[in-house]
């Protein structure tokens, strides 16, 4: 079983996919001016907001939970396994997916925004809605729509949970000696009683549980990479050297480095994915192109802040490995230790030796409870949208959900990565495919944004000034 979703798994991430997803980003950068340069102080200011009207997550709250994707496991062992496999280089190739890909994070707040719904007094949407309501041929974009929510229901519940709650527990078990199958019935159990909660319990944890851990970790990795600053300009030369094939160890694996760096990117900021448009659209925002600014910054965020700290850390250290495409050793300087936490942990512990098992395992405890509570957020959306507001598939949808959060803690790890990683290419597949087709329609909501702006104007969306169809009704009250 573990051979043949390895198999699949790197079917769907091909060179393909990963030219696909930069080349869209380049597109909407071009043709929006390249507002993830020109605009992040905007992007910063939208991010504060906190009124709330009762009826969806209010800008501060999105900004967080939208983050939380950011500033998971990917971000930590994540990092970890896209050295391991891509060398230092993959990390520049992170990076150029942060800078090229925040568009279409932006593309998906804004299309999010413009045909949500109100569904029992919340903001329901995602890619689902703005596929069956974006297309001019509603045929086509029903067949979208449907298609989507379909691999969105299987590939968030049964595929995406397992790496978030592997890594609790691995952390834990490292941290503490704690069996991982316990770590994962007790967790599961607390996680199931949160999700009864709804939507509003979800931003509530969220916005409490989230910035704080991620503020020390981010202080940790600065405070190691302090303590190592004499091997910092050798640690970026390295990225660089690597990412290009330059660098005689890893020039080999130049391939890696781009498909690890991208594939990582996309696990870290769901870009493209369309799983991060959901909880744009739970958002209760006054114009959908401040939803589009939230979804660009949490790109850059996780990307410059948590990701990059993250894997500085482990290079400046020498604490991974490397491994070539047929397994075969490239680097090894910490021999027998399991690519992922491990790593990390190592880089803290020489700065304060003892201090990073517990240190990690709290982290990853912080950021992926979090992340798991934005993919059921993600899983109910495209459940509701295949049958309604119905209690039983959805009572349903949460008892498998935590069954899949449980299993995650009795999986490999090669597994976890693979099943991961392939239910964000499968979904980056169709979401960046149909924005192509429709999120110019987001293009020309932003530009009509920019346009009243320079004319001193508070921007107010109207839809019908834009010749925009089917738009949610909330936009026309």
Known sequence: MAELISKLNGMVWSMPLVLLVLFSGLYFSIKMKFPQIRKMKTMIHSSKA?????????????????????VGVGNIAGMATGIHFGGPGAIFWLWILAIVGSPIAMIEGIMAQTYKLEVNGEFKGGP??????????????????????????FAVTLLMPGVQTYNI????????????????????????I???????????????ISPIMAILYFLMSVVVIIFNFDKFGQAIALIF???????????????????????????????????????????????????GYIGALSVFMGTFFVCTTSAIMIIITDSYNVVDKLGNT?????????????????????????????????????????ALLAYYLYAESDLIFLVGEKKLPITILKIVFVISVF????????????????????????????????????????????????????????PDKLGLKDVSDIWKK
């Open 50 to 70: 906190k009124s709330d009207s009762g009826k969806g997550l209010n800008q501060l709250q999105s900004f967080i939970l939208t983050a939380a994707r950011t």
């Open 128 to 153: 689902s809605y703005y596929m069956q309501n974006g297309f001019d041929n509603k045929k086509v974009g029903r067949a979208f729509a449907l298609f989507y929510s379909v691999v969105g229901v």
């Open 169 to 192: 527990a691995k952390g834990i078990n490292l941290a503490f000696g704690v069996d991982m199958m316990v770590v994962g019935a007790v967790f599961s159990i607390i996680f199931g």
């Open 194 to 208: 949160i999700i009864i909660g709804g939507l509003k319990r979800i931003g509530n944890v969220a916005q409490r």
């Open 241 to 291: 050297k690597s990412a290009f094939g330059a660098d005689a160890i890893f020039g080999g694996i130049m391939g890696q480095a781009v498909s690890w760096g991208i594939k990582r990117g996309v696990f870290a900021n769901e870009v493209g994915v369309g799983s991060s448009a959901i909880t744009s659209a739970a958002a209760d925002v006054k114009h959908p192109v401040t939803q």
């Open 330 to 370: 490239v680097v090894e300087y910490l021999p027998g230790v399991e690519y992922g936490n491990a790593y990390v942990i190592n880089a803290v512990n020489t700065v304060f030796p003892g201090i990073g098992e517990a240190f990690i395992a709290i982290s990853v405890l912080c950021f992926s409870s979090v």
């Open 407 to 462: 299993l995650g803690s009795i999986s490999s790890v090669n597994t976890v990565w693979d099943m991961g990683d392939m239910a964000h290419g499968l979904m980056a597949w169709i979401n960046v495919f149909t924005l192509i087709l429709i999120g110019n329609k987001a293009v020309k909501i932003y530009k009509d944004y920019e346009e009243q702006e320079k004319l001193g104007k508070t921007p107010t969306f109207d």
